[in-house]
């Protein structure tokens, strides 16, 4: 089985660690009724997604209430 043949310094672990980093996802709004929507997801707010209706929200809505 294959062994390093050098031990890996701090500063090295540290270069290549630095990749690692969490980034903050994009946040657009809504062109309907911008409200705040991860790209590529359907709103939750209107149920719209690329201009057309996906997901009938006033119809969940009344269902909840029954």
Known sequence: ???PSQKRTKSS???????FALRL???NHCPKCQAPILSHHVC???GFYKGR??????SKVAKKKK
Do not use: D, F, P
């Open 1 to 3: 089985m294959g062994l």
């Open 53 to 58: 209706e996906v997901i009938k929200i006033k």
């Open 25 to 27: 996802t994009g946040v």
């Open 13 to 19: 672990k540290k270069r290549r660690a630095s990749h």
């Open 44 to 46: 939750k707010n209107c």
